[in-house]
């Protein structure tokens, strides 16, 4: 079945009791049990719930995963993953994380007792260098956020193997439209559905996928046990966005494509990080693991805060807000908004300056939202 078929049909049979196309939304918290002990496969919501399941079973079929697991947020979905560590455990992970990521990592996690490690995401000799003997996992986003650089995944699933430790990878901006980790040897990948799969501003929800079966065991207990669960109506949802991301994905390629070259050519930027652009130094790997280049942009203003700050007020159709994936242009400022959580000595090393601005480019007409990025940086040239 090809990945278009996919979208729309695995794990989304029609029901079998009414025949409904659509997975039905099973609201309810509990089951009915024919005897003590003899259940009809379902027995209490949060350990188990069919919408639940129907998204679970398309996404581990969309990342070519034997298993799939739906949470309540994203976070909830990463959580899941590091719990499989104990106490003393090691990390290496990428540099370029969104900032949530790296709370968790810092202030939540560190007090357990894990001990974590930063590589140059775009480097993959410096995770291999960063390895320890404790090392249990390896922990990359590609494309990373907020600054769009590329990890080579093969290169670093052949470092994990080689070390025994578990590679994790965040295919959150790329998607299983536009890359599949798992085939380049990923022992599990892990998103926020929020953005776009769910791909329309209206739900929150985490997804992790893995073929490694103590892996999924481990995590199943976790989800069962914290309860950390999206509700049948965000799987629904989810489901429903899930449908068009084929269709949506190219959209928002082909726009930020656009704008990407726009930009680039603007006196007022100073630097475009979008790795469809040759001179993106992550191009020649992104073109070799990945279909398509997704829909995020960044780029980084001359006039640093200032002129970030007059340029996202000036935007008429790109709105000012957190997130990203949606069907709508987004525009955001990562240093006091997706990343404000990293210190600010460690922001600007890591490249997140006062001039960074991030935009999410939605599937709107390319000419409108052109038109709306040029007023703005046109008003700041004026400025200046």
């Not at 581990?60 to 590091?82: D, I, P, Q």
């Not at 993959?124 to 986003?141: D, G, Q, R, S």
Request: charged fraction near 25%.
């Amino acid at each position: 079945m090809k990945f278009e078929t996919k979208l729309i049909h695995a794990g989304q049979e029609p029901d079998k009791q009414t025949g409904a196309v659509i997975v039905p939304v099973y609201q309810t918290s509990t089951y009915k049990q024919d005897a003590i002990g003899k259940t009809r496969g379902w027995e209490y919501s949060r350990t188990g719930n069919p919408t639940r399941k129907a998204l679970e079973d398309c996404i581990a079929a969309l990342e070519g995963a034997k298993y799939g697991l739906a949470f309540a947020s994203g976070l909830a979905a990463e959580t899941a993953v590091l719990n499989i560590l104990k106490t003393g455990d090691h990390i290496v992970a990428g540099d370029g994380l969104y900032g949530g990521t790296y709370r968790l990592f810092e202030k939540v996690f560190k007090k357990w007792g894990l001990k974590i490690s930063y590589a140059d995401s775009a480097n993959p000799p410096a995770f291999k260098k960063a390895l320890k003997k404790n090392t249990k996992l390896i922990w990359i986003e590609t494309p990373t956020n907020p600054l769009l650089a590329v990890t080579d995944i093969r290169k670093i699933a052949d470092t994990a193997k080689n070390s025994k430790a578990f590679l994790v990878v965040d295919n959150t901006f790329a998607t299983p439209h536009f890359q599949r980790p798992m085939e380049l040897g990923a022992d599990a990948v892990v998103h926020s559905s929020t953005k776009y799969l769910g791909g329309h501003s209206d739900v929150i929800g985490g997804l992790v996928v893995t073929s490694n079966t103590k892996l999924y065991e481990s995590m199943k207990f976790y989800q069962n046990a914290l309860g950390a669960v999206p509700g049948p109506w965000d799987a629904w949802l989810v489901l429903r966005g899930i449908k068009t991301l084929a269709v949506r994905m190219k959209a928002h390629e082909t726009n930020a494509n656009i704008a990407a070259v726009f930009l680039k050519k603007h006196n007022a930027v100073k630097k475009v990080y979008y790795p469809g652009l040759k001179e993106h130094e992550g191009y020649e790997t992104a073109r070799k693991q990945m279909s398509g280049f997704a829909g995020m942009i960044s780029f980084e203003l001359k006039g640093r805060f200032k002129a970030a700050d007059a340029f996202l007020k000036n935007l008429k159709v790109f709105t000012l807000a957190e997130s990203l994936g949606g069907v709508e242009s987004l525009a955001c400022y990562p240093a006091t908004m997706t990343h404000a959580e990293i210190p600010e000595k460690e922001r600007i090393k890591r490249g997140i300056t006062e001039g960074l601005v991030r935009l999410s480019v939605g599937i709107e007409n390319p000419d409108d939202l052109i038109s709306d990025l040029k007023q703005s940086l046109s008003k700041l040239l004026r400025q200046a």
